[in-house]
């Protein structure tokens, strides 16, 4: 049976911040989400927060607000249980952009990988347990316009709104299955998620597809390339890619075009980007051609392991009890046991079964359903 959708309402001053949270500290769950603007602005921060409990669902608007630390408060306080669907990016950006942190999680994204839904997006869980189809044409909108439309309000709730009836269809599952407290450690573990750059300033390029096939000179011109494309997508206000494709800029650093025919003939240069940004490419080739060979960027290469007999042996038996407990269950193998723990446990070695509290990031569920004395005996 589907729950009746929540009418939202917007909070957009102070004082009806302090009134939400005031009635919110008093429920014993909320749902939270954010939404941000990465796929259109430069500036990739919250721009929306939605919240719901058992009784309301309401739009909080940090571009109206000086201080959301009223959610902060909400957020870590043990006492009310915070549900989420995939709360990894909502607690990294919320902790980038105001620093807060999270307590008493529960993630219904993580409950349905663990009770085996073979799809686990919001949209397919909210149709198949409420009827309830989100519209798919409004997942990438500009959540930094104002005023926000009718349709992105409705949608903006209804991904806070159903929450709460969705945690409770997904712990009846886990129960019956006995996996809740495989969730629960889960849980546990997304209280310390935190912001962190994936690259030093400076260096984002590195991370593009194919910039690691790249000889220095040309990473010299990727370099060059970013830093156009950086100061004009930030001038613009719009999202890097969208002013040029990540993978046109390593095309570029590889053909290297000297002359507008060689930029033209480029793999993905399109006429109308050609036009609008030629002389400005063209520009930016030259200044990282003609950058110093001491100061070209250069990947560090860590010189490879020579493959061990016996942890290859172990990990290969490793494997075959995952794949073979996995199927017993109806779970992914990537999901009961990461390749990189069971690759630990293989060097590892363990002879006894306390030896596996030192694998990092082995769950102790993970554990529970490979088997201790299992795991000891394919490893040793």
Not at 255 to 271: F, I, R
């Amino acid at each position: 049976m589907s729950p009746s959708p929540l009418q939202p309402h917007l909070v957009t001053d102070e004082a009806s911040l302090t009134a939400l949270t005031a009635r919110l500290r008093g429920e014993p769950r909320v749902a939270l989400d954010t939404e941000a603007a990465s796929f259109h602005r430069y500036i990739d921060r919250v721009y929306l927060v939605q919240v719901s409990s058992d009784r309301e669902t309401a739009l909080v608007d940090p571009l109206a607000l000086e201080d959301l630390g009223p959610i902060g408060a909400l957020l870590s306080d043990p006492g009310s249980e915070v549900i989420f669907h995939e709360a990894d990016y909502d607690l990294r950006i919320l902790h980038r952009d105001y620093g807060f942190e999270a307590r008493n999680i529960w993630d219904t994204r993580i409950a349905a990988h663990l009770a085996g839904e073979p799809a686990v997006g919001l949209g397919s869980l909210l149709e198949k347990y409420f009827g309830v189809r989100l519209r798919k044409d409004l997942q990438r909108a500009d959540w930094s316009q104002r005023p926000l439309s009718d349709e992105m309000i409705a949608y903006a709730a209804a991904d806070t709104a159903y929450l709460p009836d969705l945690r409770d269809a997904l712990a009846a599952e886990l129960r019956q299955l006995r996996r809740l407290h495989w969730a629960e450690e889960e849980f546990l573990r997304l209280e310390g998620l935190r912001w962190s750059s994936r690259a030093p300033p400076g260096q984002e390029f590195f991370s593009l597809k194919g910039a690691k096939a790249l000889h220095p000179p040309q990473l010299a011109i990727l370099r060059a390339l970013w830093q156009w494309r950086d100061a004009r997508a930030q001038e613009l206000d719009r999202a890097p890619f969208r002013v040029l494709a990540n993978d046109l800029l390593v095309s570029l650093a590889r053909a290297a075009p000297e002359t507008a025919a060689a930029l033209e003939a480029v793999p993905g240069m399109s006429a109308r980007v050609a036009r609008r940004h030629g002389p400005a490419l063209l520009e930016a080739v030259r200044a990282g051609r003609s950058s110093p060979a001491r100061s070209w960027p250069r990947f560090e290469r860590r010189p490879r392991e020579r493959p061990d007999a016996s942890v290859e042996a172990r990990l290969a038996r490793l494997k075959a009890l995952r794949s073979e407990r996995a199927a017993a269950i109806g779970l992914d193998p990537g999901l009961v046991c990461p390749n990189a723990v069971l690759s630990g446990i293989a060097r590892a070695a363990p002879s006894e079964a306390t030896a596996l509290d030192d694998v990092p990031d082995l769950r102790r569920w993970q554990r529970e359903v490979l088997g201790d004395a299992a795991l000891v005996q394919a490893a040793h």
